[in-house]
């Protein structure tokens, strides 16, 4: 199966290892895998804050840059439910409507493309350690995906999952929020903190680096010892 | 009171909001238990979404045929001895029931519950010419005692713990008990029934009119809504041109989202009918009925995109899964409607002049989305608000010009291809053991609050293509 790898902007420019081993994942599960170097970003941070044409260019060249691809799966819920509303954006627009579509229907978040897709729900890895996991709003709420990635998370070997009390609230990142509205940023991300910390958790797995990367850098800042990790380094080993 | 509650500028409510422990302890477990009742609830249907498909279904069916539902009612009302009343303003409402309240010479006006006489100031207009007004909600009468705006639709006064009610009744009213919610609950309906009684006229509000019936019903748990509609010979109700189902069929669906929704009740404890006047036959039934239909800035929302707003049938669900106004609380949003719902619904009412804060208000994390019984899409409706924001040049210059170099950054592979190489050596200077504790420029909003992760190492890109040149894949 040929894959196009969607590396995400965060993850190709601050969190190289997570793009590595959602490619190295792809390879060992047999998809013959490209990275388009056309690729750029989703086009959240535009969208999100009202910018929709700025917006627009970005995700104009992402169409561009996956046009001969197959499957296009990225490791972020986020990034690849923004994908998925290229329709709905360009709904109207006679250059751009077709192919949103076209393109939206082959996008994949990486546990929805393993679980649903390949039909893969273990992947033999082994990893030891007390886990909770985070489920990203937009993964679960606007992609659907909810399930996939734990379910590859118990077929770990080793991995004791713990339940992250209030799983589904939001971290409080949101993109500009987190810089716009930061006295409410950091009320939200305190309170995730601070359940994160009643799991007794030695990792926050997520699917998403974008709220890793507050809670994490939130707890790093409180001075807790919990190591964020992507999903994808712990399925990514033997 | 108008749908805005105050002049204090937004960064500062947030701040009193944040710092106001008391409230964010009684609206932290208001929600717990809501939002657990709703789920519990829904899981208990079974098809829940089924439900909420349903719910949206009626709503756009009625909003779409508005006029023609506006219409039977309005027939159906007049044809049972009522009087009815469209009001372009909330001036104009007020003025009317002005009118009644002079025409009666009525002393005193008892209240159910009503969102949309808070929207168009009613009580206050109503005490210009001399009457006294009396809420009879419980929530709305701690709240009238206290000269205290209300924080939730539901609710009103979720903010305040039962301490501090306790006080309220003891300064206002000369209360002396205790702060047990049975004994302020016994004082406030002693109260309160001596103003059912001496009440000349009853005013409500509308949870939903019935074209067919010409009826208007209302939900409550404490029975006021019954008093209010039974006492006094002259009863006004004051509703939103958008709350009106076509039959009782349609009513029942909306009601059990509703109350579920709501507080995670299956029903509540009364559901109060009133069809127009009491006719030559009829044994009870106020004198007068009066059936005032509000608009207020609500035709204009019809026919625009943001037509589904209109949908809300005001439960709050959206308001109890709410991470922001869990930790802000409703007085922040400075609107009387708070929350996600608020926050689309007051710029679409009043302008964005005033509330332009309001759709930033928001992560987009969809809880309200995902929380609303009728499927209105909250946080999609909030990121249009941002694009008018954007439109209307109404945007902060610095975001804008950054907006610029982002559509410039993600439009060309070879500004972007530069980023990614520059990005870890250029943040070199503020890195230390990978981490960034004091950012410079945009970054700096991000570290005062937490670390900024410095890039890994190279960037993915430039990894893939050294790989490429070493024979590709393992």
């Keep these: 199966m040929k894959v196009s ?55 104009k060249q992402m169409m561009k840059a996956f046009r001969h691809s ?17 329709p709905h954006i360009f709904a109207g627009d006679p250059q751009w409507e077709e192919e949103a579509k076209a393109f939206a229907a082959k996008c994949y978040e990486i546990t929805e493309f393993l679980v649903d897709v390949l039909d893969i729900t273990d992947l033999g890895s082994t ?9 990203s709003c937009h993964m679960k709420r606007l992609l659907g995906v909810k399930e996939q990635p734990k379910i590859l998370l118990r077929n770990v070997k080793g991995v004791e999952l713990v339940e992250l009390p209030w799983e589904e609230d939001c971290c409080g990142f949101g993109g500009t929020f987190a ?8 009320e939200m991300v305190s309170e995730k903190s601070r359940h994160v910390a009643e799991t007794q958790a030695e990792y926050l797995v997520g699917a998403d680096m974008g709220c890793l990367m507050n809670i994490g850098g939130r707890m790093e800042r409180e001075g807790k010892k919990v190591k964020i990790i992507h999903i994808t380094e712990i399925l990514n080993t033997h | 009171m108008s749908i805005k509650i105050g002049e204090v500028p937004y960064k500062e409510r947030i701040q009193k909001g944040i710092k106001d422990d008391f409230m964010r302890q009684a609206v932290s477990s208001a929600q717990g238990r809501f939002r657990t009742g709703r789920i519990t609830q829904a899981e208990e249907l079974g098809n829940w ?32 001895g009522g009087h009815v009343f469209f009001a372009e303003t909330a001036e104009e409402a007020n003025q009317y029931v002005k009118d009644i309240i002079l025409k009666k010479q009525a002393k005193k006006v008892v209240k159910a519950k009503s969102m949309v006489t808070e929207e168009i100031g009613l009580n206050k207009a109503l005490e210009e010419v001399g009457a006294e007004v009396v809420e009879s909600d419980l929530g709305e009468w701690i709240l009238q005692l206290d000269e205290d705006p209300p924080s939730h639709i539901v609710t009103p006064a979720l903010h305040k713990n039962k301490q501090q009610i306790r006080e309220t009744f003891a300064k206002k009213k000369g209360y002396t008990g205790s702060d047990t919610p049975e004994e302020l609950a016994a004082f406030a ?26 009826s208007i019903t209302l939900v409550t748990n404490e029975g006021n809504a019954e008093m209010v509609t039974a006492l006094p010979d002259t009863v006004i109700t004051v509703m939103g041109m958008e709350r009106i189902v076509p039959t009782w069929e349609e009513m029942e669906v909306l009601v059990s989202l509703l109350t579920r929704a709501a507080v995670g009740q299956k029903l509540t404890s009364y559901i109060t009918a009133l069809t127009g006047a009491r006719l030559d036959e009829e044994v009870d039934g106020p004198e007068e009925f009066h059936l005032v239909v509000v608009d207020n800035g609500r035709s204009k929302i019809l026919g625009t995109e943001f037509q589904s707003a209109l949908h809300c049938i005001r439960c ?6 709410c991470p922001v106004y869990r930790h802000i609380g409703g007085h922040a949003y400075n609107s009387i409607y708070p929350g996600p719902i608020g926050a689309v619904i007051t710029p679409l009412l009043e302008g964005y002049e005033d509330h332009k804060e309001l759709p930033y208000a928001s992560t987009l994390c969809a809880a309200c989305t995902e929380a609303c019984p009728v499927k209105i899409p909250l946080h999609e409706h909030l990121i249009r608000h941002r694009q008018i924001i954007v439109e209307k040049n109404m945007a902060p210059t610095a975001e804008k010009l950054m907006m610029k170099g982002f559509a410039a950054w993600g439009s060309n592979p070879s500004i972007y291809n530069m ?6 050596p250029a943040l070199g200077p503020w890195t230390k053991d990978g981490m960034i504790e004091n950012g410079p420029g945009p970054l700096k909003a991000w570290t005062d609050v937490r670390d900024f992760y410095a890039p890994q190492g190279q960037s993915f890109r430039s990894w893939f293509k050294q790989r490429q040149k070493d024979g590709g894949s393992k």
Excluded at chain 1, 72 to 84: A, R
């Design chain 1, 5 to 59: 790898l969607f590396s995400t902007c965060l993850s190709d420019i601050l969190f190289a290892d997570v793009a590595r081993n959602t490619l190295e994942i792809l390879e060992r599960v047999g998809c013959e895998v490209d990275y388009p170097m056309e690729q750029t970003c989703c086009g959240q941070p535009a969208y999100n804050s009202g910018y929709l044409q700025e917006a627009k260019a970005s995700m």
């Design chain 1, 70 to 86: 197959e499957y296009v799966v990225g490791p972020s819920g986020s990034c690849v439910s923004m994908l998925k509303e290229y």
């Design chain 1, 127 to 135: 990893f030891k350690g007390r886990v909770t996991f985070h489920s």
């Design chain 1, 179 to 186: 810089v716009k509205n930061p006295v409410i940023s950091q």
């Design chain 2, 49 to 80: 979404e089924d439900w909420r498909d349903l719910g949206e279904e009626i709503r756009t069916h009625t909003l779409e045929n508005l006029d023609y539902y506006l219409q039977q009612l309005s027939e159906q009302v007049s044809r049972r």
């Design chain 2, 189 to 214: 309906r002693e109260q309160l029934r001596q103003d059912f009684l001496a009440a000349d006229v009853g005013v409500t509000g509308c949870n939903f009119a019935i074209a067919e019936s010409g």
């Design chain 2, 316 to 321: 709050a669900a959206c308001i109890n899964a």
């Design chain 2, 419 to 424: 980023s990614a190489k520059m990005a870890k």
